[in-house]
Every structure is written in C-alpha cells, then in structure tokens.
C-alpha cells in the first residue's frame, strides 16, 4: 500500500538526474551557500578571513548578495538591523579567532533586542579541535565557548554532510521566539574540501510556533475583564511578533492605557488617547503604573531601562506574557505566560470582556500634562527643538537608527516612532557604534526607503570605516552625527558623581571633510538649519553625512531621590 507521504519523499527524475551528477569544482563552502539560499535567504554580511575563504569563494556560484564591511562588529549591526527589519534570520559570515571574537558585541545586541542574526564562522582545521595547543592561526581552545553565553544556539559541523542540517537547525533556532543569534563554525578544510555532495536543492526549516497555555490566558482574560484600571506595557516582543495591530484591539477592548518601552517603540501609536507613550524614566509614569489593578506586560522582562531603573513596584496583579522563559517573573511576581506576544493578544482578544472606562482618557491626558510640566520646567528646549526637526525631517515609514548618545535616550522616551519597526536602538546592551552600520543593513533589506542614523562623535568613531560601505554598495543612508567633542552621557554622569569628568573629551576629525574623502556628501548643520538640511540629504539618493555641532543635555532623571 502506497501512501501520500510515500509519494512526497520520492524525487523527481530531475533531481535524481542533478543529485547523481552534481557540478565540478565545488567544496563545503557551496553547502553552506546553496543550504542559505535553499532557506529563503537573499543576502548575507560579512567579512572574509583566510580560514574562511572556501565559504567567499562559493559565494561567487550563487544568487546571494553580499554586502561586505569593515569590521566584524559593524557586519554584525547590519546583520541584526536587517533581521529586525524583515523578520528574517540574516546570514553573518566570519572568519576564525579574533574575525569571530570581534563580533560578539554585535550578537550580544542582537540577543538583548532578539534580533534573528545566523551567524557562520570558519574554525580551524579539524585536526586541531577538541582543545590541544597545535599552534594553528586563529587557534582558540574552544571558540564556541566564548559565544554560548551571548547566543541562543551553538551547532559545530565536522563534516561536510552535516552542514546543511546544522544550518537548517540554527535557522529555525534564530526564527523561534524569541527571535535571537545563532552561531555555527564549520573548520577550514571541510570548507575548502571537494565535495561530492549533491546540490542542496530543499532547506524547509519552520521555526516552533510558542502558543499560550489556554489555562493562564483564561485566568489573565478574566483578571483584565474585571479590572478596575488595567494598564499596558508593551516591550519589543510585541514589535518581533508584529503583533501591533492586535495589541491595540486589546487596549480598545479593556480601556487599558499602554506604555511602550524603549525597545517597544511604535508598538502603540503615539496619539492615540489610551498611549502613555514612552515616558518610562519619568515618575509620574511609574506612580501610575504601580496603581494599575491589573497590569498586563507584553514582551518585555521589565528590566533595568523598563523599571526606571528599578523603582518601579507594582501594587496590583501583574500578568506578564513573555517568549523568553528565563524573563518571566525574573524582576515582579506574575501570572507567567511563555508565549509569544501575537499568540497570546489573540488569545486575550477571543476571551476578555470588553470595558468601559469614562475616565481613563482623562487620566492618560492628565499624565501626559504632569511629564510636560517636569520637562518643561529645565529649560531644555534646545533638546526638543533638535528631536523635533528629527521627526518632522524624517519621512514617516523610514526605519531610524540610534547609537548610545544623548540625542537618543530623549528619542527613547520622547521620540514619536510614527509605525511599529522603524525606530531601533543599541538600548538592548548598551554598546557604542551601533546607529550607522545598523542602518546599512536596514537599506539593504529595504532600499526604496532612506535610512537614518542618529550617532554622537564618540560613537561615530567606532563606525568610519562603513562610510567606504555605504560608498561601495551605494546605500541609502543619512547619518546624522551630534559632535559635542566627547563621550557627553558619559562627561554628565561623572560630573553629576564625580564633580569633574575624566576621559571624555575626545579630539575628533573634521566629520564633514572625512565623509567628502569617502565620496559621501557631507554638511554641517544648525539646530535652526537642521531640519531642512536633513530632509535634503534624506531625499537624496545614496549616503550622505550630516553633522551638528551642539552640545545637548538630558532631562533629570527620576529614580535618584
């Protein structure tokens, strides 16, 4: 007896034909590309190193599009901008040792903000693994050791009919919620072997879905139904689940304010009467939330910059809907539910009742009015008039990029994101140089978009090279640089501890003429010019530097006294 499924594993006369005559001259790397594109992926980042060669010089018997970079760690922001911005796991080819090791800053973003990076990394020949001192270039004890702390998965190929699997198995690792970085290393010599392997024609590779236990949704459905003043914070899970839409059905439904985190951004939209917006380093917003009876969390593990810094305390029931388990109840005692965002507000949809609330517009306007007040009453306007050219110069649906800087911890709280996935930021881990590689990969993944880049002068340092990228592969990207000639959060945080700053005044290159020298248009600006010269560069084809010499300042935080 024949059955279906029978009938599905029998190959076709083509693909015996292929398999039982693959084509001359290709080595492990080919696996590695062909398993890649057999996947879905269309481009892949990178930098080539000598153990990794065979996996570049397969690259040229593909489709796939490389875009390379300068350094390891800006290949890896690219990588991870590209994987927030088309949900797809994005391939980072690496080379052994230090090509591999520099990356880790990169994965560690992209794990904090679950990022779907695949990360591909050469070894060193297989005679030397397992922890001996052969003395090979490159030589670790055990690579793999150095990233299991900062990826979701390790998979070590020692052969060549491995590749594929081990390939397909990070795949779907890194498109699993919570989305996150893999890492596979593949030693040099089956990399550089011949292969007589067939073709890798198939790569289905489905990540796991992570639907709610219908137990714990029936119980959070029936604490928000009767809740007396339920709110809503809305973390980043909501933004990697493209579950936006469905978490303002929710709010509409329970009358329930939300708030959205820094990396949540654009999860809510920013006007509408139940949006708390993003206030979250700001007390009044933690008193209100702290009176919630019910508060319901969505993809976010209330961390440090979610809590303001910790001081938040909730007095009510917290239910806290989180993709990563070790980040459920880690900070507040909860109803825990392991799922992910979309699942979970679907399922809270079909069963809560719906509210009504005459008061709690009234209460979100009056929050709102108490943030103005405090904000207004420092005298910061030279602050929110530079946001404020930002966004009006911003097209709305163009992705922007925030490096670690002052400009960007106001656009965290302050900043309005006009739709879900276009603002990001290094907030995750907190690195410098994040901004302009990450938008590189951003106008790769979508180049009928510009892409803006928000750095200060320190952080721009980290990331001049990628101005010969951004030349090379003529992306379009606009890379607005803050120079107030240092590391500025930093120089206010040791003044305000210390009294005086050290190590933070920094000599710096002429911005302007440095981007000319790459090819790159570059301007300098005014806080009063700013707004135009930006739309101008914006709407200009390929890359471009704008650079404003201001030294800004941040608003006083909340959580000290």
């Known amino acids: 007896m024949t059955h279906d499924h029978d009938l599905e594993l029998r190959p076709t006369a083509a693909q015996t034909s292929a398999a039982l005559n693959p084509p001359p001259g290709r080595n492990g790397g080919d696996l590695v590309v062909e398993t890649l594109a057999g996947l879905g992926a269309t481009t892949v980042f990178g930098l080539p190193g000598q153990h990794a060669l065979g996996m570049f010089d397969a690259l040229r018997r593909s489709d796939l599009r490389y875009i390379g970079l300068r350094v390891e760690n800006n290949a890896g922001f690219a990588a991870d901008a590209y994987g927030r911005i088309t949900g797809e796991a994005a391939p980072l080819l690496l080379s052994t040792g230090p090509g591999a090791l520099t990356s880790l800053a990169a994965l560690q973003e992209a794990a904090a ?27 670790l004890p055990d690579q793999s050791a150095s990233f299991r702390g900062v990826v979701k998965s390790v998979h070590t190929v020692r052969a060549q009919s ?65 809740a007396a003043r339920p709110a809503i914070i809305a973390g980043g899970g909501v933004v990697r689940a493209d579950a936006s839409g469905k978490l303002k059905q929710l709010a509409e439904k329970l009358q329930a304010p939300v708030v959205t985190t820094f990396g949540g951004k654009g999860a809510f939209p920013w006007k509408h009467p139940l949006s708390l917006r993003s206030w979250l380093e700001d007390r009044h917003t933690t008193d209100f939330l702290e009176d919630a009876d019910v508060l319901l969390v969505v993809g976010s593990g209330l961390g440090e910059l979610s809590s303001n810094y910790h001081t ?58 108490r943030v103005r007040e405090r904000i207004d009453a420092q005298e910061l306007t030279l602050e ?36 879900p996935n276009t603002m990001h930021s290094a907030q995750g881990a907190g690195g410098l140089g994040y901004a302009f590689p990450a ?74 003429a440095l981007a000319e020298s790459f090819g790159v248009p570059g301007v300098r600006t005014t806080p009063q010019t700013l707004a135009d010269d930006l739309a101008k560069a914006l709407a200009s084809p390929g890359p471009a530097v704008v650079v404003l010499p201001a030294v800004l300042r941040m608003f006083a935080p909340t959580h000290l006294g």
Not at 349 to 369: G, I
């Open 439 to 512: 938008a590189l990969g951003a106008a790769a993944a979508d180049p009928t978009r510009p892409v803006l880049a928000v750095s200060g002068d320190g952080g721009a340092l980290y990331s001049i090279a990628e101005l010969a990228t951004a030349r090379q592969y003529d992306l379009n990207v606009t890379w607005l640089i803050v120079d107030d000639g240092g590391y500025g959060i930093l120089r206010e945080y040791m003044t305000d501890a210390f009294g005086e700053a050290t190590a933070t005044e920094l000599t710096r290159p002429d911005y302007v």
């Open 113 to 139: 903000a679950s990022a779907p990076v695949l990360a591909i990394s050469s070894q060193i020949p297989t005679a030397g693994l397992g922890g001996g001192r052969h003395g090979y270039l490159h030589e």
């Open 384 to 419: 929110q008039d530079v946001l404020a050219a930002v966004r009006k110069a911003l097209p709305a649906d163009s992705p922007s990029f925030w490096d670690m800087t002052i400009l960007s911890y106001w656009a965290w709280s302050a900043f309005d994101a006009k739709s």
């Open 312 to 369: 938040f305390k909730p007095r009510g029931r917290v239910v806290q809907i989180e993709a990563d388990l070790g980040k459920l109840e880690s900070n507040h005692p909860a109803l825990g539910i392991h799922a992910d965002a979309r699942l979970a507000l679907q399922a809270l949809l079909e069963t809560v009742e719906p509210r009504q609330d005459e008061t709690v517009q009234e209460r979100v306007r009056e929050l709102l009015s």
């Open 162 to 226: 491995q590749i594929p699997s081990a390939i397909a198995e990070a795949w779907k690792s890194a498109l699993t919620a919570p989305h996150g970085p893999v890492w596979v290393e593949i030693p040099q010599d089956v990399l550089l072997a011949e292969t007589a392997i067939p073709v890798v024609t198939g790569g289905d590779a489905f990540p796991e879905e992570l639907p709610p236990r219908p137990e714990l949704t029936a119980v959070a459905a029936d604490l928000l139904s009767r």
